[in-house]
């Protein structure tokens, strides 16, 4: 069974530009959960989806933001990046709509210069 | 706002020693998760408890939910290298299903 798999890897933007990351989810699963992980600290929850759907939302200004598309898969969208924008952004599925157990990816580093 | 505390932030010890870290809270949780994540990875779910008590051993790890399930430890006997790296507790509320996350625990082996 494949994992949950992020794209790109790494990703170098300079400030003011837009970042999209990019995550398949473990099939069969229909939530995805995205994360902000910065300095190898703890995980900030940015978004939930599930069926598609926004079900929550972090703390975060609204030019973080994401879709779900029908197969499943999501992208998060970053628009006028931030020099404090730069950490590692996880991605994570899991098989209900319920938090737990989470299956995460390997992370985007996203680097804003 | 609830919150999980993790101590301690930051642990260094030689290979072969036993320590405990430690996720608190004053907020009672439906269940509890331990991941643990090595460098240029994503966290990977160790262990979840879900009973106040419940304790639950992975070889050398033993994992525990407090009685009134507001707080959680994991114990690693006989430390070694390859227990390196950043653990994090996660907690579920009973009024819904987010996830609250500790900051983690960043523990280092030296051999």
């Known amino acids: 069974e494949a994992g949950v798999t992020q794209s790109p890897t790494h990703l170098i933007k300079t400030r003011g530009q837009q970042a999209t990351l990019r995550c398949s989810p473990i099939?069969?699963?229909?939530?995805v959960y995205w994360y902000q992980q910065a300095l190898g600290l703890g995980l900030q929850f940015l978004l939930w989806?599930?069926?598609?759907?926004?079900?929550n939302r972090g703390n975060f200004p609204p030019r973080f933001s994401g879709r779900q598309f029908p197969n499943y898969s999501s992208e998060l969208n970053v628009n006028a990046l931030e020099l404090e924008d730069s950490a590692l952004y996880l991605c994570?599925?899991?098989?209900?709509?319920?938090?737990?157990?989470?299956?995460f990816g390997n992370g985007t580093r996203l680097t804003v210069t | 706002t609830q919150l999980l505390e993790q101590s301690p932030q930051f642990l260094s010890i030689q290979e072969g020693e036993n320590l405990t870290v430690y996720c608190n809270s004053s907020?009672?949780?439906?269940?509890l998760q331990w991941y643990r994540q090595e460098p240029g990875e994503g966290p990977v779910l160790l262990v979840t408890?879900?009973?106040g008590g419940e304790v639950k051993k992975l070889k050398r790890l033993t994992f525990q939910f407090g009685d009134a399930r507001k707080d959680s430890s994991l114990h690693i006997t006989a430390a070694q290298p390859g227990d390196t790296g950043l653990y994090l507790c996660?907690?579920?509320?009973?009024?819904?299903?987010?996830?609250?996350w500790g900051a983690g625990t960043k523990l280092i082996i030296k051999p």
């Open positions: 996660a907690a579920e509320p009973d009024s819904n299903y987010q996830l609250i």
């Open positions: 099939s069969g699963h229909t939530s």
């Open positions: 994570a599925s899991s098989d209900r709509d319920s938090a737990s157990p989470l299956h």
């Open positions: 989806y599930d069926e598609g759907e926004e079900r």
């Open positions: 408890v879900v009973t």
């Open positions: 907020s009672v949780f439906s269940s």
